[in-house]
Structures are given as structure tokens and as C-alpha cells.
């Protein structure tokens, strides 16, 4: 997501909450949940960037239209994530449902009188922004500089990290989305997709189940194909000199 903050940290207005919220995530807290099922759009690009989102459960594809009609995936969000920080007027982007989804809905206006009020609140913004920045970069490097095969690494590596960070106890990927998503996302064709997960799984670094699920044989030498040769939880590390896998 493209960070463009519209908060005013010097504006001093009332807060409709009796306790001021900590988190973010407590400014949602006593919010009515709403429901999407698959396939329904949260909000269009280009609507009135009216609210703040928290999602709850599921996962949404957020993307743009370009002006061929190709659509570019931008990310995904899934429960936890915080959606509509970054906007001013007018939302930059579609985010639909990918599976069923539960969100609470913020007004904005509320959300910038919140975060104007509460100096525990503007870190936390800011930390979250400076974040989704971080996240925009790393998308750009991938499309700019990595192969099929690196791009689709780097994001089943970045899928199994939001796993375990979730509590997952085995390396196993639950991938929502399609492989049409994944390519649109990673700026492939479908087919290279497919190939390429075809190609992962007969080097014994992946394990498919079915279309939605991937697991993780060797993370060290996914983290290695992917250039992150830091990730070595599983035995292996990359040599400096020679570019060898070596145990430690």
C-alpha cells in the first residue's frame, strides 16, 4: 500500500471514547462487525476514502485497474491488518474479498481526532505507515530486479513468515488466494506460476496439497533461491565464497 497520511497530530478535538484507546486495534474494539462474502468489493478505487478498516477474519486482494484493463495486485490483507491509514480524499485502490471477511468499520474523521489526542497513538501511525512504505519498496525491488522464481520465493517466504509469526507450528502456507492472484501480484502469467511451483516442487524445497496449500521442506534453500540468504532455520546457509549450501 502507498502511504499518504492526512492526520493533523496538532489538532485538538473531543474523543468520543470515555478511555482513550492504546492500540489501534482498541479503537475498533466495540464496533459492530461487518460481513463480506467472497468475491464482494469493501470499496472502489476511487470512492470517497470515508473509513478506517480493522479485519477480523479473512483475506481481501487489494488492486488497481490499469488503463488496458490489466489488473495489478498490489497486496493482501488478512486478519490483524489495519486497511484505509495511508489515504486523503479518495481511495487509490479496490479491495475485494477473497475468501469471507469480517471487518469493523472506523469513520475517519473519528480515527484522525483519536490519533490527534493521544501521543501513545501517533508512534504507533506513524510505525504502522512507515511500514506500509517499507512494504511498497520491497514490491518494487521484487518486480524490478528478481526472476519468476525469486519473485514467487520471496513471496511463499514471506507467507510462511506471516504464518509462524501467526503461531503456526509447522512450515505449512495457507495460500488464499489463486494462482491468477499470486501472477498478478508477482507480475507473472499464470502458467509461469505454475511452472514454477512445478519446478520448487521437484527441487524437494516445496510440498503442494491441492491449489491453496504449500509446505515448506527446506526454508534455508527457499530463502537462498529467493536472495535472502539470511533465512537458514532449517540447516542450510549459503557460502560466501562459492555460493555452496553448507550446514551449521
Not at 10 to 26: E, K, M, N, T, Y
Not at 58 to 87: M, P, Y
Not at 113 to 122: P, T
Not at 140 to 147: A, D, I, Q
Request: neutral net charge; charged residues 25%.
Amino acid at each position: 500500500m502507498f502511504v499518504e497520511s492526512a492526520i493533523n497530530p496538532g489538532r485538538a478535538v473531543p474523543s468520543p471514547f470515555a478511555v482513550q484507546p492504546d492500540s489501534l486495534h482498541a479503537l475498533f474494539s466495540k464496533l459492530p462487525a461487518e460481513n463480506l462474502s467472497a468475491g464482494k468489493i469493501l470499496f472502489l478505487e476511487g470512492d470517497a476514502a470515508t473509513s478506517v478498516f480493522e479485519v477480523l477474519e479473512g483475506s481481501l486482494r487489494i488492486f488497481r485497474i490499469l488503463g488496458d484493463g490489466r489488473r495489478v495486485i498490489t497486496g493482501f490483507l488478512n486478519a490483524g491488518d489495519i486497511l484505509g491509514l495511508s489515504f486523503r480524499s479518495h481511495y487509490i485502490y479496490t479491495a475485494e474479498a477473497i475468501t469471507p471477511v469480517t471487518v469493523r468499520r472506523l469513520s475517519r474523521k473519528v480515527f484522525e481526532a483519536e490519533v490527534a489526542n493521544s501521543a501513545e497513538l501517533r508512534p504507533v501511525v506513524f510505525n504502522q505507515m512507515s511500514d506500509e512504505m517499507a512494504a511498497a519498496q520491497d514490491q518494487m525491488v521484487l518486480l524490478s530486479t528478481k526472476n519468476a522464481e525469486e519473485r514467487l520465493c520471496s513471496f511463499l517466504l514471506k507467507e510462511l513468515q506471516r504464518a509462524l509469526k501467526a503461531g503456526a507450528v509447522q512450515p505449512l502456507v495457507h495460500l488464499a488466494m489463486t494462482r491468477l492472484d499470486i501472477a498478478d501480484y508477482l507480475g507473472l502469467t499464470i502458467e509461469t506460476v505454475s511452472r514454477t511451483m512445478t519446478k520448487l516442487s521437484s527441487k524437494g524445497v516445496i510440498s503442494t496439497s491441492g491449489r491453496h496449500s504449500v509446505k515448506v521442506l527446506k526454508r534455508g534453500l527457499l530463502a537462498q533461491l529467493a536472495g535472502d540468504g539470511d533465512e537458514c532455520e532449517d540447516g542450510w546457509r549459503p557460502a560466501v565464497a562459492h555460493g555452496e549450501r553448507l550446514r551449521h
